[in-house]
């Protein structure tokens, strides 16, 4: 049954990717206006925004890789505790951004890394639904009366 619809499917798929990717140029280009009061826009049909991504470590650039990393954490004096022991150690990124500076993360060829990211949701209510399956009504049909 699904390969029935693929086509289908590939095209819808391709059209909300497009119609996302607009929205969200919209919104960057946009900002002054749409947030007001934060880093989101309640619209109609629902809410778009900006959203943090979690902190995460990367290399500074392309000259550090994780095994020179390693490396350089391994100099430093509290150099135990980031690595993780079940397999071949690992850097513990988490422990790593609590205890070391950011001195201390150059050094090492380490940078913290935080990026907005653009958010968008609609609300789902009962009487919006594209299914009949997606919101549990069941489908009666009409009574012929001959």
Known sequence: MTKSFEAELAVATKAERDLLAQLSQYYVTHLNELETGGKST?????????????????????????????????????????????????????????????????????????????????PVREHQCLTVRSCGRRWNPPSWRW
């Open 42 to 122: 309640k619209l109609t049909y629902g809410t778009m925004g900006r959203r943090l991504s979690p902190p995460a470590l990367k290399p500074r650039n392309k000259s550090f890789t994780w095994k020179a990393i390693k490396v350089l954490l391994r100099a430093v004096e509290k150099r135990r505790a980031f690595f993780l022991t079940p397999k071949d150690p690992e850097p513990d990124k988490e422990l790593i951004k609590k205890e070391l500076s950011a001195e201390e993360l150059e050094k090492c060829g380490l940078k913290i890394e935080q990026d907005d990211e653009f958010t968008s949701s609609l």
